[in-house]
């Protein structure tokens, strides 16, 4: 499979930033849907876009360079050259909520009912996006003899592109499904973030690029950490919300 779609005077366009663009965009639609049945105003979403898909950008390729600082560090410069790859979701994740937060309070807009509203169009982001690594032949796994397989450089391989992609696709509709019966704002968000992560955490076994923090898989680390940190702050949002009440 050719990495490159296309080329505009001489410019090329990699299949990999057309899917990451359409999950953007689709997230973006699904979002300003949800924001209106919430009765939030549909220009916050787009306003939210503008300044949250940037900020995840950087936050991602910050967070790919951190890991792979053996390598940028004698060569500085590549750290600007994006385009040859080198994204990692879990930045894109931090920058993202981080700029999102900063925008909520800007605009007195509540944080946790943006976030509710945002879950479901993030994980329907990340499952478009992860087909870009299809086209990259990257985020593959170990030699396998499965039916459903991918040739990679003459090997047959995990294809844990898919494997995510599917499980995230699952975890969009479940948000959707769910977002009916919630009990506090905040609820949907903590619920992609919890199981997002117990996918990841187990799709990320069978890769063979991970990122490592010493002998451990990096993206294992952080899901361990997240699915904790998400657990903790469901309790003290369900006992804010039993003190209202109360």
């Not at 930045?91 to 700029?99: E, K, N």
């Not at 009912?113 to 593959?140: H, K, T, V």
Request: with cysteine.
């Amino acid at each position: 499979m050719n990495p490159i779609a296309f080329r505009i005077f001489g410019v090329e366009v990699a299949w990999y930033g057309i899917v990451i663009s359409i999950g953007i965009f689709l997230g973006i639609f699904v979002a300003m849907i949800r924001a209106k049945k919430e009765g939030l105003y549909e220009d916050a979403v787009l306003d939210l876009s503008l300044i949250a898909v940037p900020a995840a950008v950087i936050g991602a390729r910050l967070y790919y360079v951190v890991f792979k600082w053996d390598y940028y560090g004698q060569n500085p410069i590549s750290i600007l050259r994006i385009r040859q790859g080198g994204l990692a979701i879990h930045g894109a994740i931090i920058f993202g909520v981080l700029a999102g937060y900063l925008f909520c309070r800007y605009k007195g807009i509540g944080f946790w009912q943006m976030a509710d509203i945002c879950a479901p169009s993030i994980i329907l982001g990340q499952a478009i996006g992860r087909w870009g690594n299809y086209f990259n032949q990257e985020a593959y796994g170990t030699p396998t003899d499965l039916p459903w397989a991918i040739e990679v450089d003459g090997v047959m391989v995990h294809p844990t592109f898919l494997y995510e992609s599917l499980w995230n696709f699952g975890v969009f509709i479940f948000l959707l499904y769910y977002t009916k019966r919630k009990k506090m704002d905040g609820q949907i968000f903590l619920l992609y973030l919890i199981l997002y992560s117990v996918g990841r955490f187990f799709v990320e076994g069978l890769r063979i690029d991970s990122l490592m923090i010493g002998p451990l898989r990096t993206a294992q680390v952080i899901s361990v950490v997240t699915v904790i940190g998400a657990l903790a702050v469901m309790q003290v949002l369900k006992a804010r919300s039993h003190k209202v009440i109360g």
